[in-house]
């Protein structure tokens, strides 16, 4: 079992700039892919980013490619998401996902077994 706690969103303005954390319980973090999702109101959740056990192999939603950059610190248990040029459409909240199965993860919400709670983004034009 893997507990995820997301951290790090707010209110910030277009343009700005946010730091996503995600701390996971457990000694087998460094065997996980791990995901970032988002959930904007009245939309279905999206994939934003995903990254491999090791970090070697990351993956972006061509909607944050270039803008946001995920990473992770294995000795930390702690995944990261990075958003720079923040828009309006950013807006979001916020979701990390953990799995145990694949080595680079997954755009598909489905490929994960663990989620956190969530951490509110909101970008103001």
């Known amino acids: 079992q893997v507990q995820l706690v997301e951290s790090g969103g707010g209110l910030v303005q277009a343009g700005g700039s946010l730091r996503l954390s995600c701390a996971a319980s457990?000694?087998?973090?460094?065997?996980?892919?791990m995901g970032w999702f988002r959930q904007a109101p009245g939309k279905e959740r999206e994939f934003v980013a995903s990254?491999?056990?090791?970090?070697?192999?990351?993956y972006y939603a061509d909607s944050v490619k270039g803008r946001f950059t995920i990473s992770r610190d294995n000795a930390q248990n702690t995944v990261y998401l990075q958003m720079n040029s923040l828009k309006p459409e950013d807006t979001a909240v916020y979701y990390c996902?953990?799995?145990?199965?694949?080595?680079?993860?997954?755009?598909?919400?489905?490929?994960?077994?663990?989620w956190g709670q969530g951490t509110q983004v909101t970008v103001s034009s």
């Open positions: 996902a953990a799995d145990r199965h694949r080595y680079s993860g997954s755009y598909q919400q489905g490929a994960y077994d663990y």
């Open positions: 457990g000694r087998t973090f460094s065997s996980y892919a």
């Open positions: 990254i491999s056990w090791s970090g070697g192999s990351t």
